[in-house]
């Protein structure tokens, strides 16, 4: 962690509940992490766990019925409680979002081309014929050969992976420190996902954005991430530098989760069954009061006082391993 890491998104004790017909729905609790400009956080985790949520709490786009507690602070402002008018301003500059279907983005009615200069145009107060400029660069900078005739295509024009890439230029135009992509790849093929992925990477450096991946593809994590954090039932499990979580992951959701992801590149792992992962997963507050779990393993890095030096979740901004308060573990 080099000590100049300038810190682009800090979310600290975000809540999120949905107010439902049948009651207060509560989907994400008490969730703190940070992001600088150049790193790739993967919020990784199975459907349903909140991960969008998450992401959208950062970017303000979260519905009404949506009750936020906590701080999102883009760029040191803190965007929880904001006017619609203030986020869409903030949208337009501090963070931008891909989302899993391009069409969410774009406007079917409305050439490609023309789409990026508007939004030049709108946030960056350029002229028409330099925001047309700037947007066949963008096209070009997500690897479009051709940028002048996908310029004046309608969206049903194109593929998949090359809606996904205007809606990719589209983000990046009004250069954002935070980018924030929802399962951007995957509906695509793989072939379309690695490109994908690429740009995104590429990108990310070259504008010195941080990117906030949600996904729950551990090959994309491994791909794309400089951190890591593992979301189990609205709550992250483990949060660690990728490097460490690879290699030792210290959470038995996380050990789930990788071992149950199918490798390619490893033929005896086709015949191995897939490691399933122990429901309900340990969380913190069971840690805390005891876990009964089976393998003589787990119960040894379980059991609170078990062994002094079992460290569950690494939760503070210089990623140091940490026990939350109260924690006897
Ligand atoms: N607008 C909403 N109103 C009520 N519940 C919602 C709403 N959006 C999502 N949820 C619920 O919140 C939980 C988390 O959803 P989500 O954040 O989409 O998870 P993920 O992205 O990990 O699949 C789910 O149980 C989902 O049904
Ligand atoms: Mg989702």
């Known amino acids: 962690m080099t000590l100049n890491r300038e810190v682009a998104l800090k979310v600290s004790n975000l809540s999120v509940t949905y107010q439902t017909s049948r009651g207060p729905a509560p989907v994400v609790h008490d969730v703190s992490f940070s992001l600088a400009r150049g790193e790739t956080l993967a919020i990784v985790g199975e459907s349903g766990s909140g991960k969008s949520t998450m992401a959208m709490a950062t970017a303000g786009l979260?519905?009404?019925?949506?009750?936020?507690?906590?701080?999102?602070?883009?760029?040191?402002?803190?965007?929880?409680?904001?006017?619609?008018?203030?986020?869409?301003?903030?949208?337009?500059?501090?963070?931008?979002?891909?989302?899993?279907?391009?069409?969410?983005s774009l406007?079917?009615?409305?050439?490609?081309?023309?789409?990026?200069?508007?939004?030049?145009?709108?946030?960056?107060?350029?002229?028409?014929?330099?925001?047309?400029?700037?947007?066949?660069?963008?096209?070009?900078e997500v690897m479009i050969n051709d940028p002048e005739g996908v310029y004046r295509k309608y969206p049903h024009q194109?593929?998949?992976?090359?809606?996904?890439?205007?809606?990719?230029?589209?983000?990046?135009?009004?250069?954002?420190?935070?980018?924030?992509?929802?399962?951007?790849?995957?509906?695509?093929?793989?072939t379309v996902q690695a490109e994908i992925l690429q740009i995104m990477r590429a990108l990310s450096r070259e504008h010195s954005m941080g990117?906030?991946?949600?996904?729950?593809?551990?090959?994309?994590?491994?791909?794309?991430?400089?951190?890591?954090?593992?979301?189990?039932?609205?709550?992250?499990?483990?949060?660690?530098?990728?490097?460490?979580?690879?290699?030792?992951?210290?959470?038995?959701?996380?050990?789930?989760?990788?071992?149950?992801?199918?490798?390619?590149?490893?033929?005896?792992?086709?015949?191995?069954?897939?490691?399933?992962?122990?429901?309900?997963?340990?969380?913190?507050?069971?840690?805390?009061?005891?876990?009964?779990?089976?393998s003589e393993e787990q119960e040894k890095t379980l059991r609170p006082g078990h062994n002094p030096d079992s460290r569950f979740v690494r939760l503070n901004d210089n990623f140091s391993p940490v026990v939350r308060e109260g924690s006897t573990v």
Do not use: W
């Open 62 to 104: 979260l519905p009404d019925q949506a009750h936020v507690t906590g701080t999102v602070a883009l760029d040191g402002v803190d965007i929880v409680g904001q006017s619609k008018r203030v986020l869409e301003d903030i949208r337009g500059s501090a963070v931008a979002v891909i989302f899993q279907n391009p069409m969410t």
């Open 158 to 190: 194109l593929s998949g992976g090359m809606k996904q890439r205007v809606m990719i230029a589209m983000a990046v135009s009004c250069e954002p420190k935070v980018l924030i992509a929802d399962e951007p790849t995957t509906a695509l093929d793989v």
């Open 107 to 140: 406007n079917p009615t409305m050439r490609v081309g023309d789409q990026i200069a508007e939004q030049l145009i709108r946030h960056k107060a350029m002229k028409r014929a330099v925001a047309r400029n700037r947007s066949l660069e963008l096209l070009r």
């Open 211 to 294: 990117l906030l991946l949600v996904t729950h593809d551990m090959g994309v994590v491994a791909e794309m991430a400089t951190h890591v954090a593992v979301v189990y039932d609205g709550r992250f499990v483990e949060y660690a530098p990728a490097a460490d979580l690879f290699t030792d992951p210290l959470h038995p959701y996380t050990q789930g989760l990788l071992h149950s992801q199918p490798r390619i590149d490893d033929p005896e792992a086709r015949h191995r069954r897939l490691a399933t992962i122990p429901r309900p997963a340990p969380m913190l507050e069971h840690l805390e009061h005891g876990y009964e779990v089976r």
